[in-house]
Structures are given as structure tokens and as C-alpha cells.
């Protein structure tokens, strides 16, 4: 190995003023110009050195071993060859190395450096006027040595000339001139960034095409940049390397439809890569593709969700949509799925629904429809959107749910909004509409005033009473206005007011209503709303808000096929040996299972009967029932017919929630009723009272059921077994992974390019799979009214929704804005330190101190 201490001007005018390894160079190093857009063609390995390093002739021509490659017969130069004999000498540095990237250095006269990346020889392009004919093999071609050399590409613009020679360019990165701009001190405005990342870096591919042909020319390739290269240990922040596959962007979607945004997914695939260098693409990309999704979507948002929605009419068995339009504009909202129809028959008894804020970007108000199925879970009936809470907008949100499900419902349940019971009272004559208690007695607290002794003891004795679901009309109303006299509340106006509605909301004036106490309050409807929102946002457009609300239907419906699954395959534990209590375990559900099982063991130890009084063929008895100190609390008749087994209890369970009570057990036992009769199983309450079909594969949302879905997902569920199964081996992972690699030079080799499936708006298409839509027609506008409630200055009752004190003391928390509390004289508005007794006791405080310090002064002044 020789290695040379001297100075030498070779025949290309390159002056070499370094102690360097004549093994590390090759000939072609020596072959720079100035003219930074042009080298030679890709060079030889010489082994001249040594003689050519002597010569000094700067104005003879290069040998043959420096000759370019043979050009295609077919390439026609147009212009002047771009290699040209330099200028000015430059010098060669060395090498440079950054991690993985190795690169040769020059400097020119004046300072500057170009760097020319040392790549394999397979990655290398081609020779000069070799001929391709598809654009998509150059790119990657190109991009596979860009990614060894250590930069980036980016694509030029095609110069496309009528009747002459086009041009098509693929440059570094790093091309263009930078904008330094003009720095003012009038007009100074802080830039995005203060970083600048062109140089004007002239490395690049160039091909040409003739006029009437497709093939591409390789006619020039400038190898050297003007800036140093990107070691491997960050190539992993290049543009190639940021590039997001199709599978990262579906996962961001598929995450998003959680409410999981871009940074949690990009936290969450770090973590299953094993670290941020194994992800393609930094946070902000993944925020890039969230936001490009809502691009896609923009004022398309309208036609987007009614043709999806009327879509789903056509595909899907037995699916409701129905919409309605002003001016172009879409006002509401419903729709309703066959699943969702199916639970409506046997579970649509009692009906709940109320107003949920925060969903989508336009502040259209959702309203799902919530029922009770036979497991004890939140269903939904179907769902609603609609631009305002006016009586109108739910008078036909109401209208349609009648078209989707004729049959009224028993009992409905809302909150205290004026404009839906309204809307009730107009729609379902024939129902009983009930108040949510939970919201009356919330605000209990917040009206009766007084000390906290009194207030609880109150509190107390009203819950007591309200909650009671026993007693009768007349025993609520005389006890009512006991309570009111002991406490001297008669002339209290809510309380009055509440009293005044006490048939819309106390239990006992709804006893005689089959599944009365089903649902009390609406807390099964806020759980269901919860359940929505954890899954949406008030960013989400309405489109993007669908695919949220199918999501978690999905999850709602997942629950329920698991119950379903767990039912069948397992058996309750049964607490006594009678024979009416294994009955009950085949015939309920699970969870109604244990409410009957608890009947019938309470029936069995805490009650006992008499002796029945027998008219004609029915016997009637009397139940004690007592607490578990044994000790009795209260009594019930139950009648019960000999003929037909016909049997009737004063507590009317039964019918206030559709299973029987102790107390008929307890008679049933003397009477040898070893089964529950048929006339007292509740449909509602069966283990098989739903369809199979509810839950088959095809009744999902959220489950993309396309062949090429399920083969996809089956290879990726290969690779990763085979890797998984090999995780410990490195031999057989390296020989796994480069048969793949192999696979992966034949697919992409044999499939031909579609350009089409990749751009960005056809793979947005493909991920939220919305059909196809013609010129946009319907829009959406943002909803201003937040709440239409009760308002006594406002005619028809369409004013803002009313906000109780408790509410405006949790907004006031939310929004940190409560008023501090004086830590001295405990008022609100101040604190300690900024309390008026605590400054004036400063103040007089001083006063005292400047007295004496003015008394000692005068002392020592005094001369007696």
C-alpha cells in the first residue's frame, strides 16, 4: 500500500495536497469541474495513479481509461456535452464518513467543499443513455442509491416542449436557491423557521424523451453535492424515510375513530416497533395525514355522509336513513340499522333519549336512542342528528323514529327539556312520558337552603319519600304535605313546582305501567352518550363523527355477543334445591338470572304465609316479609287461582319489571309450583328472545369484510408468526427475512405500478371506503342555537336551556373560576393577603411603629 506526502496537478487540472491511500481512490475522484452540475460519466477502477500523479499537462485531454460508456444509438445529443475541463484546480480533502454514508471531500479555491457519496457499484445508476420505459422504476432507482449515498430526492418539474425534446429531472433534496429575504426593523415578521435547508445542491439524474416515443434517456448524472451527506444513524428523518406506508396510515385512521389522536398513535407504534427509528414518519406526519383526511373531506362533508348513509339502505338488510333538507342544507338526521330495529321489538317498551353536545365540527346535536336489553345493557334504537333543540327539531326526529318503528313505546324518558316533552306529548299520545328523578333530585341540594343539619335531615326524609316505589297516590301526597309543615317548606316555590308535575316524574303514579321501573332516571341514556363521546370529538367532521359512532356500536355490540357467548357457555350456581330455581337458570339471562335467583332464596328464608283464605277456586295469603335481622317490616296479599296457576301480589314486581317477587314464591312453594308458568316469562327477559342474525359478521360496522381486507390481514397474520416463532433464533430470521426480500424484488417487479393507488386522495378513498360522489350539492352549516329549553320570557318555549345552580357552580370549577376564599375572615372574592382587616391591621400596625420610632427620636434629641 503506497501512500504519497506530496503535491501533484493530474491531467484534469485537480490539485492533491493530502496524505491519503492510493488503495481508497479511484480515478473517477479526480474527475471534478467546477461546474457543479456536471461530472463524467460513472467512472473506472484505474490503477495508474502513481504515473498519472507526476503529470502536470493541464491542457491534455483525458484518457481512454476516463471515456464514457457507449450511449444508446438511439440517444441524439442535443447540446454540448455538460463535462467540461475545469476552470480552476480543486483539491482533494479526503474521506468523510457519517455512520453508514461514506463520502470523498474537494475543496474548491475559494473554500467551498462537494462531497461525492462512495455507494456500492450495485446501487449505482446506470451508464449514460441507458433507456427505461417506465418513470416509476427510475424513481425507485434512483431513491434506493440516494438512500445508501445519504440524501434525499425530490422530483423536478418536466420541461415539456411541443414538437422537441422533453425533459424529466429527479434532483437532491437539497436543490434550489434559498430565500435569505430582506431583514427590515419596520417590518420585521418572525418566520416559520430560521433554519435554511437549500444550498443549491446541483446533484441529479436527467433523462430525455423524443418526440413519439415513450422510452426515457439517461443523458446526464451529476453525482457531487455542496453539503455533506446523511449518515444512516438519521437517515430515518429523511423524505423517503417519513414517507407513511398504507398500513400506518390506516392505523392512524382506525385510532382516530377511538378518539385517539396522532401523537398517541405515534407513541403507540414506537412503542410495538421498539423505538423511534423503527418508525416511518415523525409526529408531525402523522398529524399531516390526519389533517390531509379532513382536506379530503372539506365542503364534500354534506354529500359524503347522506351517500354513505343511503348506500348502507342498499347493502344492507333492512337499514333506515331518512334526512332532511333546507335550502341545500342538511338539517337532521336518522338512521337506524337492522340490529338496532331487531332490539326495538323486544326491548322498546321504555325508551330514553336526551341531547349530547361536543360531537362534530358543526355543533350538531347528537341524540341516540337508548333502551334496556335482556342482559341489563344499554341498546341503541337508532340515532339522531339535529341542528338545533327547537320543538320542531324534535318533533320530526320523533316523526322519523315512527317510520323506522311503529310500534309507540310504554314509557318514555327525557330530562326536564320543555321542547322534548312537547315533542313527546305530539308524537306519542298514547305513552307515558316520565321525568328523569336524578335530575329533580340533584338540584334538591342547591334549593333548600338552611343550616347543614336541617338541610340533610330534609334531603333525607324527600328521597325517603319520592324513591318509595310501594305506596300509593294518596299515601305519597298526604305524607308530601306532612313533611312540607314539619319543616316549614309549604311556601317553597320549586318544591311547590315539583309537587305541581308529581305525576310525571314520582314512581308511585307510575306503579300500574308494565316496566315502569326499568329505567328511573336516564342514567342508562348518559352512559350511552358517554360511551359516544369517548369515541368522537368536536373536531370530527360529520363524516369522520359516522365512522366514530360505528365504532363504538361495535363495541356496544361486542359486549353483548360476549354476554351471549359466556351464557352459553357456562351454568349459574344454584343456591337451594329447588326445582323452580333450576327452571330459572335455563330460561334467563344470566344477569335476570340472579335478580330471580334472589327472589327465590329470599322467598324461601325471609318470608313465611298463613293459612290461605279460600274463595271459591282462589286462595288468597298473606306474606310477612321480614329485614335480615328477622324481623318483620311489612305485609302482601297474593292471590293465587288453583285453576290455571294465575297469580297475583300486592308489591306488583311483576309488572313494575317484568319477573316474580318473593312473595309468590314463597306461595309457591306450599302449592307445589315446581316451574315459573309460561304467562309469567317476560319475551324481554328470555336467553334466546333476539334473532341469530344480529350477530353475524355482516350486521358490523366497523368490520371491513373485503376479500382483499381478509387476505391482507391474513398475510400480515403469517409474517408475524413466522417471525414470532423465530424471535430467538437470528439465523433463521436472517434467512426468513431475505427470502422476503426476494418475494419482495418479484412482486414489485412482476405487479405493474398503478401511480393512481397511490396518490393521497385515493388512498384516503380507500381507508374511509365512502362511496363515490358527483358534483357536492348539500352543505353543512354550523349550529348556533346550544340549547332550547325552558325560558319564561320566550314564547313556545324555544329560549336557551335552563342551568341550575349546581351547574353553574361545576362550569365555574371547570373554567377556574371560583371565588377565593379569605383564609381570616372566610369571605369569598380575596385572599389573606389582600383582605381589608388583614391591610388595615398592617397599616395601623406601621402607624404604632413610626410612633415609637418618632417618640425614641425625641428622647434623644431632648436636651433635659
Same mark, same amino acid.
Not at 422537441?164 to 436543490?175: E, G, K, L, P
Not at 290455571?644 to 314464591?665: E, M, P, Q, V
Not at 381589608?836 to 420610632?853: F, G, R, T, W
Given at each position: ?50 504515473? +498519472? ?15 464514457? @460508456?457507449?450511449? #444508446? ?50 446501487f449505482l445508476p446506470p451508464p449514460i443513455g441507458t433507456v427505461y420505459t417506465d418513470w416509476q422504476e427510475i424513481v425507485a432507482m434512483y431513491s434506493r442509491y440516494a438512500s445508501k449515498a ?23 433534496? %437539497? ?83 377511538? #378518539?385517539?389522536?396522532? /401523537? ?28 390531509? *383526511? ?36 342538511v338539517k337532521a338526521l336518522f338512521w337506524a340499522d337492522d340490529v338496532s330495529r331487531c332490539h326495538f321489538i323486544e326491548f322498546g317498551d321504555v325508551l330514553a333519549f336526551d341531547a349530547t ?50 310500534? @309507540? ?12 316533552r312537547s315533542a313527546v306529548l305530539k308524537v306519542f299520545p298514547t305513552s307515558a312520558h316520565r321525568l328523569c328523578m336524578w335530575h329533580i333530585m340533584m338540584k334538591l341540594p342547591a334549593k ?47 318544591? /311547590? ?6 305525576? %310525571?316524574?314520582? @314512581? ?100 313465611? #304465609? ?10 288468597? =295469603? ?36 317484568? =319477573? ?34 344480529? =350477530?353475524?359478521?355482516?350486521?358490523? =360496522? ?10 391482507? /390481514? ?30 419482495? *424484488? ?29 358534483? +357536492? ?88
Amino acid at each position: 500500500m503506497s501512500t504519497f506526502d506530496i503535491s501533484f496537478i493530474d491531467s484534469n487540472g485537480l490539485i492533491v495536497n493530502d496524505d491519503f491511500d492510493l488503495s481508497l481512490i479511484d480515478s473517477s475522484d479526480l474527475i471534478v469541474t467546477d461546474d457543479v452540475e456536471s461530472v463524467s460519466a460513472p467512472s473506472k477502477s484505474i490503477d495508474s495513479l502513481a504515473q +498519472s500523479s507526476a503529470t502536470v499537462d493541464q491542457s491534455s485531454e483525458l484518457s481512454s481509461d476516463h471515456t464514457a @460508456p457507449q450511449v #444508446n444509438p438511439s440517444f441524439k445529443r442535443t447540446r454540448k456535452s455538460r463535462s467540461k475541463k475545469p476552470k480552476t484546480p480543486l483539491i482533494y480533502v479526503g474521506i468523510e464518513s457519517n455512520g453508514g454514508a461514506c463520502s470523498r471531500v474537494f475543496s474548491t479555491p475559494n473554500g467551498s467543499k462537494l462531497y461525492k457519496p462512495d455507494v456500492d457499484a450495485e446501487f449505482l445508476p446506470p451508464p449514460i443513455g441507458t433507456v427505461y420505459t417506465d418513470w416509476q422504476e427510475i424513481v425507485a432507482m434512483y431513491s434506493r442509491y440516494a438512500s445508501k449515498a445519504g440524501f434525499s430526492t425530490k422530483l423536478g418539474t418536466n420541461k415539456d416542449r411541443p414538437e422537441n425534446v422533453s425533459f424529466r429531472f429527479i434532483h437532491c433534496h %437539497r436543490y434550489g436557491k434559498p430565500r435569505f429575504g430582506n431583514f427590515s426593523m419596520a417590518n420585521h415578521h418572525k418566520r416559520r423557521s430560521n433554519r435554511i435547508k437549500l444550498t443549491n445542491c446541483k446533484a441529479c439524474i436527467r433523462f430525455k424523451i423524443y418526440p413519439g416515443t415513450s422510452d426515457l434517456i439517461l443523458y446526464d448524472w451529476v453525482e457531487h453535492h455542496n453539503h455533506p451527506l446523511i449518515g444512516q444513524e438519521f437517515m430515518d428523518f429523511s423524505k423517503e424515510q417519513r414517507t407513511l406506508t398504507y398500513s400506518e396510515q390506516h392505523m392512524i385512521h382506525s385510532l382516530s375513530l377511538h #378518539n385517539i389522536g396522532p /401523537n398517541i398513535a405515534h407513541k403507540v407504534q414506537c412503542t410495538l416497533k421498539g423505538g423511534h427509528h423503527y418508525v416511518r414518519g415523525k409526529r408531525i406526519d402523522y398529524k399531516n395525514w390526519r389533517r390531509n *383526511i379532513k382536506l379530503f373531506i372539506g365542503h364534500r362533508d354534506a354529500q359524503l355522509t347522506v351517500n354513505c348513509l343511503a348506500s348502507r339502505t342498499t347493502n344492507l338488510h333492512n337499514f333506515f336513513f331518512y334526512y332532511k333538507v333546507e335550502q341545500m342544507v342538511v338539517k337532521a338526521l336518522f338512521w337506524a340499522d337492522d340490529v338496532s330495529r331487531c332490539h326495538f321489538i323486544e326491548f322498546g317498551d321504555v325508551l330514553a333519549f336526551d341531547a349530547t353536545y361536543k360531537t362534530n365540527m358543526y355543533k350538531m346535536i347528537f341524540v341516540p336512542f337508548t333502551g334496556v336489553d335482556h342482559h341489563k345493557r344499554c341498546v341503541t334504537f337508532g340515532a339522531g342528528l339535529i341542528c338545533d333543540e327547537t320543538i320542531e327539531s324534535y318533533v320530526w326526529l320523533l316523526e322519523t323514529f315512527v317510520k323506522c318503528h311503529p310500534k @309507540p313505546p310504554i314509557l318514555v324518558l327525557t330530562d326536564q327539556d320543555a321542547a322534548m316533552r312537547s315533542a313527546v306529548l305530539k308524537v306519542f299520545p298514547t305513552s307515558a312520558h316520565r321525568l328523569c328523578m336524578w335530575h329533580i333530585m340533584m338540584k334538591l341540594p342547591a334549593k333548600i337552603k338552611g343550616c347543614n343539619v336541617d338541610n340533610d335531615e330534609v334531603r333525607t326524609a324527600i328521597h325517603n319519600l319520592v324513591w318509595d316505589v310501594l305506596i300509593d297516590k294518596d299515601d305519597f301526597e298526604m305524607r308530601w304535605n306532612t313533611l312540607m309543615s314539619q319543616y316549614n317548606l309549604t311556601g317553597h316555590d320549586w318544591l /311547590n313546582d315539583m309537587y305541581g308535575i308529581r305525576e %310525571r316524574w314520582v @314512581p308511585c303514579y307510575f306503579s300500574h305501567l308494565d316496566m315502569c321501573c326499568l329505567m328511573k332516571t336516564t342514567s342508562m341514556c348518559e352512559s350511552s352518550n358517554a360511551m359516544f363521546k369517548v369515541n368522537t370529538n368536536r373536531h370530527n367532521s360529520l363524516l369522520q363523527f359516522l365512522m366514530s359512532f360505528d365504532t363504538a356500536i361495535d363495541g356496544q355490540r361486542h359486549n353483548q355477543r360476549e354476554l351471549e357467548f359466556n351464557m352459553m357457555n357456562s351454568s349459574p350456581l344454584l343456591h337451594t334445591n329447588l326445582r323452580i330455581e333450576e327452571h330459572a337458570s335455563r330460561i334467563y339471562t344470566p344477569a335476570l338470572f340472579v335478580e330471580v335467583q334472589k327472589e327465590i332464596e329470599r322467598g324461601m328464608l325471609q318470608c313465611t #304465609n298463613n293459612t290461605p283464605t279460600v274463595i271459591g277456586d282462589v286462595k288468597l =295469603y298473606t306474606v310477612t316479609q321480614y329485614n335480615r335481622h328477622f324481623v318483620p317490616v311489612c305485609q302482601f296479599e297474593v292471590a293465587f287461582d288453583v285453576r290455571d296457576k294465575a297469580t297475583s301480589c300486592t308489591c306488583n314486581l311483576f309488572t313494575r319489571i317484568g =319477573y316474580l317477587c318473593r312473595h309468590i314464591f314463597c306461595v309457591y312453594r306450599p302449592e307445589q309450583v315446581h316451574a315459573i308458568p309460561d304467562r309469567y316469562i317476560s319475551n324481554r327477559w328470555k336467553r334466546d328472545s333476539l334473532p341469530r342474525r344480529v =350477530y353475524d359478521i355482516t350486521n358490523r =360496522y366497523s368490520v371491513d369484510n373485503r376479500v382483499e381486507t381478509r387476505l391482507r /390481514n391474513e398475510i400480515l397474520d403469517t409474517v408475524a408468526l413466522c417471525a414470532d416463532r423465530l424471535r430467538h433464533n437470528p439465523t433463521e430470521l436472517s434467512a426468513l427475512c431475505e427470502q422476503m426480500k426476494a418475494l419482495k *424484488i418479484k412482486i414489485f417487479a412482476d405487479v405493474p405500478y398503478d401511480p393512481e393507488c397511490n396518490r393521497t386522495n385515493a388512498v384516503i378513498s380507500d381507508i374511509l371506503r365512502v362511496p363515490e360522489t358527483g358534483p +357536492s350539492t348539500l352543505i353543512l352549516q354550523h349550529s348556533v342555537t346550544k340549547g332550547s329549553g325552558y325560558d319564561k320570557d320566550k314564547e313556545n318555549n324555544s329560549g336557551k336551556r335552563f342551568v341550575g345552580p349546581r351547574e353553574k357552580a361545576i362550569n365555574k370549577i371547570k373554567k377556574g373560576k371560583v371565588a377565593r376564599l379569605c383564609g381570616n375572615c372566610k369571605q369569598h372574592g380575596h385572599n389573606a393577603r389582600s383582605c381589608e382587616k388583614v391591610q388595615a391591621a398592617k397599616a395601623e400596625a406601621a402607624a404604632k411603629l413610626l410612633a415609637s420610632k418618632a417618640s425614641a427620636a425625641a428622647t434623644m434629641t431632648d436636651p433635659t
